[in-house]
């Protein structure tokens, strides 16, 4: 996937979140321990979101792109999101994902959690 493409993508999740009810807060924060697309507000609750574009669903497809390592990658990130503000949210890691030219978002809620 091209650069141009996840940007797309991204620009794409946003808006369809928003559409959803979501607030965008930041884009692409980065830290030493990675980067998250789109952190965004539902509610009362932070949600940081991974975006994931596919031509196809071969190999799994987007979602399934979010490997153990790459959470591992995005929990470490989010901690360092958190440890900037003064009272922490009740938060929660989402995925979405497009899998083919044209296809729709495919949001998942709640997509992993950290581990105790």
Known sequence: MSLVAGHSAEQLAALYLQQQGLKLLT????????????????GKTLVFVEVRARKSKTFGGAV???????????????????STL?????CRFDVVGFEGQDAPPHWIRHAFEPSA
């Open 86 to 90: 003064r009272h922490l949210p009740a």
């Open 27 to 42: 884009r692409n924060y980065r830290c030493r321990f990675g980067e998250i697309d789109l952190i965004m507000q539902d």
């Open 64 to 82: 399934a792109s979010v490997t153990a390592s790459k959470q591992q990658k995005l929990i470490l990130t989010a901690q360092s999101y958190l």
